[in-house]
């Protein structure tokens, strides 16, 4: 079969809601072969119209947090609602264990074995704009399968938190009981890009310890600027362990969406989305491009050597990869 041929198949199975056919599809866009990726960005292409309907959350939270956990009870609640949920990582840093979602599947083992919901851990290697790049184009693939709920889990720190909630509509940042110390280091960027924080573990002897310090979130985000004039991020404690608060969690993120459909950021939010996907597609090109040329690899590496050194300046150098580029 050729390549044409394979991609019009591909794309009546991810159409079908086959999750066979969108596990392989996915596999095709994160493919380096240049024929796989040519038939790649024809499927998504074809793909498109059916695109763009779902929500889309990201997840974030440090080590021990429980967004596995989490995500396996939002996930279980979705689907008793009668959802199709999909669940992506971003992890750029995990070449050897391949994403906290092939680590912590056991935490999701309801959810993994529902019919009605598909996991997918992120490519494990390559930049974080390749990575993001991928799980933009994985996002869209499962929309057009039928998804209509898209988690993406961030198990990166820093960039990888900014690059998620550059492709989602809701970003949620999960926190711990007992704020007191950690809010002292608490990352101010982290809290300025959510659009909600959920302290989770309020359950047991625990819940008077996360609604203080949700009480002691909400006091700081006072202080922060909202990403919406049109949406106060709020603080809600939670269980992803019995459950308790799930439901509350999904309306928030329903409200959200209806408050930011209502002011038009919406659709804006959305337009933006694009463009940085457009930009992050090209950088990943770039890379791409110095990576796989034996003659500009070979060049950079002289480079690089001669920036190391100290015979040769950063600027210099970059100028010299540039019009190998350009070449």
Not at 174 to 186: K, R, S, T, V, Y
Not at 229 to 252: C, F, M, N, Q, R
Not at 263 to 279: L, T
Request: proline share 3%; with cysteine.
């Amino acid at each position: 079969m050729n390549a044409a041929k394979a991609g019009n198949a591909l794309a009546s199975g991810v159409r079908s809601g086959d999750r066979a056919a969108l596990a392989r599809a996915i596999t095709l866009i994160e493919s380096r072969r240049s024929d796989h990726q040519a038939t790649a960005r024809d499927l998504v292409q074809d793909l498109l119209p059916l695109t763009g309907k779902a929500v889309r959350v990201g997840i974030t939270g440090s080590p021990g947090v429980g967004k596995s956990t989490t995500i396996d009870s939002l996930g279980m609640f979705l689907v008793g609602q009668g959802h199709k949920v999909a669940v992506l990582a971003v992890d750029p840093s995990s070449a050897r264990t391949g994403g906290s979602i092939l680590g912590d599947k056991t935490r999701m083992a309801r959810l993994s074995a529902e019919d009605n919901a598909f996991i997918r851990p992120s490519p494990s290697s390559g930049t974080l704009g390749g990575v993001a790049a991928k799980t933009r184009e994985a996002m869209l693939l499962c929309e057009a399968a039928g998804f209509d709920a898209i988690l993406v889990e961030t198990v990166g720190i820093g960039q990888s938190e900014t690059a998620v909630s550059g492709m989602t509509d809701f970003f949620l940042a999960l926190m711990l009981p007992g704020a007191g110390d950690e809010l002292q280091g608490i990352k101010k960027g982290l809290v300025e890009l959510a659009d909600m924080v959920a302290v989770n573990k309020a359950d047991g002897d625990n819940v008077q310890r996360a609604k203080s310090a949700a009480a002691e979130y909400n006091a700081a985000l006072h202080i922060l600027s909202p990403r919406s004039e049109h949406w106060y991020p709020p603080v809600i404690t939670y269980s992803a362990l019995t459950g308790d608060g799930i439901d509350t969690l999904w309306k928030k993120v329903l409200d959200h969406r209806k408050a930011m459909i209502a002011s038009g950021d919406f659709d804006s939010r959305r337009r933006e989305q694009q463009v940085k996907w457009m930009w992050s597609m090209l950088e990943d090109r770039l890379h791409s491009k110095l990576r796989s040329d034996p003659s500009i690899r070979s060049k950079v590496k002289q480079l690089e050597a001669a920036v190391a050194d100290g015979k040769t300046t950063p600027t210099v150098a970059a100028d010299t990869i540039s019009k190998l580029l350009d070449r």
